[in-house]
């Protein structure tokens, strides 16, 4: 099935430092992108993969789950592992919920996470109750997208498939139950105003993770979508800047890169 625009996956071989760049449910590689290209023009060596269902059509991603999504995410750290002295963590969203399991699962081979408006939590506890059965009901609901102050296009679907959408709260719980197992440095970024994932999620990440170096920063102009919105650029500088502070590689990387 062809790919929506901007949903290609984005890799770039660059220094000894990597990043595991995740997007959110039901978008794409498109709303990562400017991240993405940014630690790549510092030097990092970058994977940003396609998530399994994603960037095609809803129907695509009703047939797959958090397992699904998981796996492309832990090969894809496998592969900078394997090329790379450190590897990061970034992720939005949903995104930020795989970073979580991934740091949960591989420890201190994972060097630190860089979160934006992460996922822990059902938007409500009324559809976490009603989406086990209405799932088998209704195949999908309009989609909650381009929740972006400034506007603009993520690249995500405009309708909710209900079958993934119950697969992702699995995900969201798993995560969470872990959190006291994250041990890794986090940053994390959370906006002021989000319509698509409540403050909960993050106000529980922060007081439930393990970790003791935490650094949380509010984005006061921009809302879910945060990277592609106002504030993306303090996103960017912000975690080059927290990556350049866990693995002085990436300033030597960043200083080749440039000549």
């Not at 059509?57 to 797959?64: H, I, M, P, Y």
């Not at 963590?89 to 060097?111: D, F, I, N, R, T």
Request: aromatic share 6%.
């Amino acid at each position: 099935m062809p790919l929506l625009p901007g949903a290609e996956p984005f890799q770039h071989e660059g220094g000894p430092v990597g990043v595991l760049v995740c997007h959110g449910f039901t978008g794409s590689p498109r709303s990562m992108r400017p991240w993405a290209d940014r630690l790549a023009a510092e030097g990092l060596t970058v994977s940003l993969p396609l998530l399994p269902g994603h960037g095609t059509n809803w129907r695509e991603l009703n047939v797959t789950r958090w397992e699904d999504w998981y796996a492309e995410v832990d090969r894809e750290f496998a592969r900078l592992s394997e090329r790379c002295e450190r590897v990061f963590a970034v992720g939005l969203s949903m995104g930020g919920a795989l970073c979580l399991h991934l740091a949960a699962q591989h420890g201190e081979e994972l060097s630190g996470l860089v979160l934006v408006n992460p996922a822990v939590k059902m938007p409500s506890a009324a559809q976490a109750a009603v989406l086990p059965l209405l799932r088998h009901v209704l195949p999908s609901v309009p989609g909650l997208t381009n929740d972006i102050a400034k506007g603009g296009e993520e690249g995500g679907y405009d309708r909710t498939p209900l079958h993934a959408a119950w697969s992702a709260g699995k995900l969201f719980a798993t995560a969470r139950r872990e959190l006291p197992q994250v041990t890794q440095p986090l940053l994390l970024f959370r906006s002021r105003i989000d319509h698509v994932v409540p403050g909960a999620s993050s106000d529980a990440i922060q007081k439930e993770i393990g970790s003791r170096d935490v650094t949380v920063r509010e984005l006061r102009d921009s809302f879910h979508v945060a990277t592609l919105d106002h504030d993306a650029e303090l996103i960017f500088d912000g975690s080059v800047e927290f990556i350049r502070r866990l693995a002085p590689a990436a300033q030597q990387a960043n200083e080749q890169a440039k000549g």
